[in-house]
């Protein structure tokens, strides 16, 4: 089965540049999440999805953050204009089912740099 | 608010030394708990869950996990590490929703 799959695997950009992250959901789950991971704050979740619903933005950062799920197999995370402090890994999981006790399962992240 | 705490920020172990990462969390409902591994530049990947039933949950690669609601922690275990179980460790949350609220994070360094 093919995972969570997410592109690109990394970005190097210069500041101020539009930076758009991309990720396709396991086949059949409903639920989507965008997660960033640094040294200084660890995972933090920024925005999930409910059936393409987007349920809880409060931890995208700033309104230069953007994300959107068209469909059920792809969603899309914006940074516009990025900025040095956004470099880190941006991690998509999702999630089937209904139940809280399933588990989210993550792509291989994105690793970004901006300079 | 509900909150997930691991106490243990950097584990330094020998090869076959037994293993126990602590965590801790706070919330008031049903409790779903989860333990992912991170190896060194890869993804999260899950270790095991715990969402009712025995409190002793068993997962891949040797690994188990003890829920144990009077002490509100969800310990990892593993009795004899390797040095391919260098990685780092989150506890996480569910909350209603499906969003999984982390713990900072272990890092274990298993020494050959």
């Known amino acids: 089965d093919a995972g969570v799959i997410q592109s690109p695997r990394h970005e190097v950009t210069e500041m101020g540049q539009e930076v758009t992250l991309r990720c396709k959901p396991i086949s059949g789950h409903n639920s989507l999440f965008w997660y960033r991971q640094t040294m200084m704050r660890g995972l933090e979740l920024l925005i999930y999805f409910n059936n393409n619903v987007p349920i809880d933005d409060s931890g995208m950062p700033e309104d230069r953050f953007s994300a959107k799920m068209p469909n059920a197999s792809f969603s899309t995370l914006k940074i516009q204009p990025s900025e040095p402090r956004d470099s880190a890994v941006y991690f998509c999981a999702s999630r089937g089912g209904q139940a809280n006790n399933q588990p989210q399962h993550f792509g291989d992240g994105t690793r970004l740099s901006i300079l | 608010a509900q909150s997930v705490s691991q106490h243990n920020h950097h584990v330094i172990l020998s090869e076959a030394a037994s293993l126990e990462l602590g965590c801790n969390y706070s919330?008031?409902?049903?409790?779903?708990l989860f333990w992912y591994v991170q190896y060194p530049g890869q993804h999260l990947q899950l270790l095991l869950k715990?969402?009712?039933?025995?409190?002793l949950v068993k997962g891949i690669k040797g690994f188990e996990a003890e829920f144990i609601k009077s002490k509100f922690s969800f310990n990892l275990r593993k009795p004899s590490v390797q040095w391919s179980d260098t990685a780092e460790y989150f506890c996480a949350l569910g909350e209603q929703g499906g969003k999984l609220i982390f713990g900072q994070g272990t890092e274990l360094s298993v020494k050959p």
């Open positions: 919330y008031g409902g049903t409790v779903n």
């Open positions: 715990y969402f009712s039933g025995d409190p």
